[in-house]
């Protein structure tokens, strides 16, 4: 059974930085493309970011136009986990960070259940 | 970007009674859109993708159809637990997006 168990969130003061870890089980992280989205408390759905597979020994990663430059995806394949790794947060990153695993459609039918980010002097 | 606009924002039901979803895309997204359902406090769930493609264990009541930019996602007669916010999102071009979701609550 695929399973993905978010870790990470919490309270951060602007400019600050958090990572967000995201642990898989029941298949293998490096096979799959993975994203983050987040969602602002009563908001809707926002894509942050996609890393690809790694079948060929290269990897992709994309960014919104909101967090690039800020925030960096990355995967340990030997800890079957991927990363976010959040930096120079502003108050507008407060959100529930999902992440999500694509399969073969190329959409997402596995999630997290969640992390709370929360920016705040 | 292709925004994606869902109407109408809310549509209040009674079980039983049929639910109609629309998403419109800014520009073609071809068959590239799939439907979420999320309930409070739980992450989203796939419903279908390709635009017309029930999830594995998708109810066959939940059917969606379209292409290009108008899509439609329909709950033929509406459970008590259908009773959530359902979200479009297209991965044709990037940025992925998603539409702003539209609540079905119980009338």
């Known amino acids: 059974e695929v399973q993905l168990l978010e870790s990470g969130g919490g309270l951060v003061q602007p400019g600050g930085s958090l990572r967000l870890s995201c642990a898989g089980s029941?298949?293998?992280?490096?096979?799959?493309?993975m994203i983050w989205v987040r969602q602002a408390p009563g908001k809707g759905l926002e894509w942050v970011s996609l890393i690809s597979p790694s079948g060929d020994g290269t990897k992709y990663t994309y960014y919104a136009d909101s967090v690039k430059g800020r925030f960096t995806v990355s995967r340990d394949n030997s800890r079957n986990t991927l990363y976010l790794q959040m930096n120079s947060l502003r108050v507008e990153d407060t959100a529930v960070y999902y992440c999500?695993?694509?399969?073969?459609?190329?959409?997402?039918?596995?999630w997290g259940q969640g992390s709370l980010v929360t920016v705040s002097s | 970007e292709i925004v994606l606009t869902q109407s109408p924002a809310t549509l209040s039901l009674s079980p039983g009674e049929r639910a109609t979803l629309s998403c419109r895309a800014s520009q073609s997204v071809d068959s590239y859109l799939a439907w979420y359902q999320q309930k409070p406090g739980q992450a989203p769930r796939l419903l279908i993708y390709d635009a017309s493609t029930r999830a594995t264990g998708v109810p066959t009541r939940f059917s969606g159809s379209g292409s290009g930019t108008d899509f439609a996602l329909t709950i033929s007669s509406l459970e008590p637990e259908d009773f959530a916010v359902y979200y479009c999102?297209?991965?044709?071009?990037?940025?992925?997006?998603f539409g702003g979701g539209a609540k079905v609550e119980i009338k």
């Open positions: 029941g298949f293998t992280i490096a096979n799959f493309a």
């Open positions: 999500a695993k694509a399969d073969s459609s190329s959409f997402y039918p596995h």
């Open positions: 999102q297209q991965r044709r071009n990037w940025p992925l997006t």
